[in-house]
């Protein structure tokens, strides 16, 4: 299929749609006929019923913890070792431990980042590693029935790129039914740019709730929670609340309905797919040629270096890694016209606007940081 083209009229329309949405109005304090547009469109992506929106990452998985306290009557969070769930109390724990702190692999010790989060709030939040069920389950018998959720981001995407083992997702939301817990999906990052339907779809595990944000909104402040019927409806009951002035606010309903409906459209997904094999195959044999202990990982819109031979697991193999290089290749890009998010823990995100020739900058930029380093 041929790329869309940077003159595409996906950008135009995508334009023109949120400056037609500015000049009818920008907030009316209550529902739009397009949040049901944008809902049934989740819905269908991610086969959940029901739908709220909110303004951020952070608001969608505070909504999403807050449900899942709400329909469990329990109050115990599980949440891997060095996610990032946003900057809300709740899951603001073990987000980049120091290693002096962080306990023993097999029973990480919850850590706070970041002063002013309560003691209290920190306790509720038992910290697991990443893809190790037996830790998991052994988590869960100890806590036996405290335990509201488990929260995951389906790939960890916030210590570059961590796939779960085969099966690893699916035994999860297993292992939480059994213990009458929830399982919840982090999505902010992976929902909508791994997949048309996120890790839901490209791992085939439904959680009781997602949380999203980010690639939803075409670039506008957003965010969406949905979930199973029965957990959504306490909302409707006055036993959960979910509220927000700029919920569902219009402008950017109108951009995510855009983005949704006519910007990443099925072809979007086949160029994202092509220019990912692109980037994979271009940046794999850079690093074969000059023997690099380094491997790339790309999945559609997503993906990164990981700057060590061996796959990585978990934050405990993360912290093997010398960040020199991700920082020196952050340099090497950034002077060769590739401006990427800064920091070593960053991967990136493709556009529809990307080209082949864009991410084949990337490959030689990468070729030329390669041949210094084996100089
Ligand atoms: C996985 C994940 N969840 C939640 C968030 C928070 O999103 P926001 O910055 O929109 O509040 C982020 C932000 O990077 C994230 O990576």
């Not at 919850?110 to 037996?134: A, D, M, W």
């Not at 790129?161 to 690893?168: A, K, R, S």
């Not at 999203?212 to 959960?240: F, N, Q, W, Y």
């Not at 850079?286 to 060590?308: K, N, Q, S």
């Amino acid at each position: 299929m041929p790329p869309p083209s940077r003159s595409s009229s996906t950008t135009a329309r995508a334009a023109a749609s949120g400056t037609s949405q500015a000049a009818r109005g920008t907030h009316f304090a209550q529902p739009v006929a397009d949040d049901a547009v944008v809902a049934q469109e989740l819905s269908r992506r991610f086969h959940q019923p029901q739908w709220r929106f909110t303004n951020s990452g952070t608001e969608s998985t505070l909504d999403a913890v807050r449900l899942a306290r709400g329909f469990t009557g329990r109050d115990r969070l599980i949440k891997i070792e060095a996610s990032y769930h946003g900057h809300h109390d709740a899951l603001l724990v073990s987000v980049e431990p120091p290693a002096d702190k962080m306990g023993p692999a097999d029973a990480p010790v919850s850590v706070p980042y970041s002063g002013g989060t309560p003691l209290t709030v920190v306790e509720l939040v038992t910290v697991v590693p990443f893809t190790n069920l037996e830790i998991l389950e052994r988590t869960l018998q100890k806590h036996l029935g405290e335990v509201a959720a488990i929260i995951v981001e389906p790939v960890m995407m916030n210590i570059g790129i961590v796939l779960p083992d085969e099966g690893y997702l699916a035994s999860v939301k297993d292992l939480a039914h059994r213990h009458g817990a929830l399982l919840i999906f982090d999505e902010v990052k992976t929902g909508c740019t791994i997949a048309a339907g996120g890790a839901t779809e490209r791992f085939g595990v439904t959680p009781d709730l997602v949380a999203l944000a980010k690639a939803i909104g075409g670039g506008l402040p957003c965010g969406a929670v949905g979930g199973r019927a029965d957990i959504m409806s306490t909302i409707d009951e006055h036993k959960v609340v979910q509220i927000g002035t700029f919920n569902g606010n219009p402008l950017t309903i109108a951009a995510s309905k855009t983005t949704l409906t006519k910007v990443l459209t099925p072809q979007a997904y086949a160029h994202f797919d092509a220019l990912a094999e692109a980037l994979e195959g271009g940046l794999r044999k850079v690093i074969d040629d000059y023997e690099l202990p380094f491997h790339p990982i790309a999945l559609a819109a997503r993906g990164c270096v990981t700057y060590r031979k061996e796959r990585v697991r978990n934050y405990r193999d993360y912290l093997t890694i010398d960040k020199k290089y991700a920082y020196l290749s952050w340099l090497y890009q950034c002077n060769r016209g590739v401006l990427m998010a800064p920091g070593a823990e960053e991967n990136w995100t493709l556009s529809v606007q990307h080209s082949e020739d864009d991410v084949l900058r990337y490959v030689r930029n990468f070729g030329e940081m390669a041949k210094a380093l084996s100089a």
